[in-house]
């Protein structure tokens, strides 16, 4: 197969208002990992590992810094939010090794289930982070907190919003 797009293959998630989450530093991510699953899904066959590969690193990146900044900002290690990172990275790094070995048809599979489960995770478990991290003034350049007053008394357990247990 070459290596143009594939007219019937249209990306399942497209950036829109319904993502934004008033942060900058976390809505320019949000609309790379979009970008990177976009490429993904239209991608003919011959650029389909190179474009998962750069998904799952984006990915890992992305989620280290929403997990560094939980962690500099009162969330448990323990929380969901944390939890769910890691279970997609396992999903998608081994996805990653088995489209390697030729299972295209999951990888093709998989990015459209991502787009599905991101835009979830994005309205919900990131919506509330935002919030938490736009109330304490939280700057992801410097770690600094501008303001301290505004953060909880002890760790932030659950996802942080009010739809997760604590």
Known sequence: MNDTLI?????????????LLELDFMDDTHREFVDL???VETAGDDRLI????????HTDEHFGGEDRWMAATQFAASNCHTTQHDVVMQVLREALKRGQAGD????????RELGIWF???AQTMDAALALHLRQIGFDPATGIVRHPDALPEGEIHGCGGASCST
């Open 37 to 39: 699953l976009g490429a």
């Open 7 to 19: 007219p019937e293959r249209q990306a399942s998630l497209a950036w829109s208002d319904a993502l």
């Open 104 to 111: 295209l048809a999951l990888l093709r599979d998989l990015s």
């Open 119 to 121: 835009t979830q995770h």
């Open 50 to 57: 190179d474009g998962f590969r750069a998904l799952v690193d």
